[in-house]
């Protein structure tokens, strides 16, 4: 599902703030930010097809690193809107960019890098079809395409 306003983002999704995910103060707490981007991100998967005969099998991506900027809080009643887009690829890793959107607003904006494991428990170069298949959705540049 692609949302309107996430221009740039081939992968959005629609999330529902639920009140287990708020804190104390009534807003979202910060660590439910990384569940939000991973539905984003597992949706660019789907979108990508990256995991297509690879779960089982001894490969796919694993998280390198999270870094996620707070530009306002979430509340209950916010429509949150949760975007995903590759900005970086690498021999065997690549960086992902995405966009948390509350009321129409920048809630939170993060980056994340994935390492492709392979079949030995390493790293191991990404697949051939994954490139083509990013430089076949992305709308913007993408470092190493």
Known sequence: ??????KGYPASVRLEVRYRDLDPLGHVNNAV???YIELAR???????GA???????????????????????????D????????????RTSFAMDYRVEA???LAASARSVHVWIGRNGKPTPLPEH????????????????
Do not use: N, Q, W
Not at 57 to 70: N, S, W
């Open 130 to 145: 994954l490139r083509r298949r990013v430089g076949e959705i992305e709308t913007l540049p993408v470092e190493g395409l």
């Open 79 to 90: 429509e949150v809107v949760a975007a995903a887009r590759v900005s970086r690829l690498g």
């Open 51 to 77: 995991l297509e005969g690879a779960l089982g099998k001894g490969e796919a991506p694993v998280v390198a690193r999270v870094e996620i900027d707070y530009h306002r809080p979430i509340f209950l009643e």
């Open 103 to 105: 009321g129409g607003e």
């Open 1 to 6: 599902m692609k949302i309107e306003g996430m």
């Open 33 to 35: 930010y990384l569940s």
């Open 42 to 48: 597992v949706r660019y998967f789907a979108l990508l």
